[in-house]
């Protein structure tokens, strides 16, 4: 009888989600690294997540922008009352060259907290 509930209860754990973190809806093939932080404030409605995807297109929350209108866009997410820091996700092929002038409008925007979502 133990051994039965001790093997359920085994089962139970492996198939439970290991993380209780919802999916962004921009999908990106975020990097994968070691020793990474949980950072919660990604997952608010009124978080300001600027996703760079493969392709070289800009997303500011679930909207495609480009790379000029950033700034604007960043500075109604915080007369709206969004926190000041931006998360960035972008994707592990995206070209580096992009990413910097992601970071470049960012600054422009007056932001200077940005978070890099990984795995």
């Known amino acids: 009888m133990w051994g039965f509930v001790s093997v359920m209860l085994a089962m139970l754990f492996i198939f439970l989600p290991?993380?209780?973190d919802t999916p962004l809806p921009i999908s990106v093939?975020?990097?994968a690294v070691y020793h990474s932080t949980s950072m919660p404030g990604a997952l608010?409605?009124?978080?300001m997540r600027i996703s760079?995807?493969?392709d070289g297109s800009i997303f500011f929350r679930d909207h495609r922008v480009i790379l000029q209108d950033l700034p604007e866009k960043i500075r109604e997410g915080l007369r709206n009352g969004a926190?000041?820091?931006i998360y960035l996700?972008?994707?592990a092929r995206a070209?580096?060259?992009e990413t910097i002038a992601v970071l470049g409008q960012i600054r422009l925007a007056g932001i200077e907290r940005v978070s890099f979502l990984t795995e």
């Open 18 to 20: 290991t993380t209780t």
């Open 29 to 31: 093939d975020r990097p």
């Open 44 to 47: 608010r409605e009124d978080a």
């Open 52 to 54: 760079i995807r493969r």
């Open 83 to 85: 926190e000041n820091r």
């Open 89 to 91: 996700n972008m994707d």
């Open 95 to 97: 070209k580096y060259g």
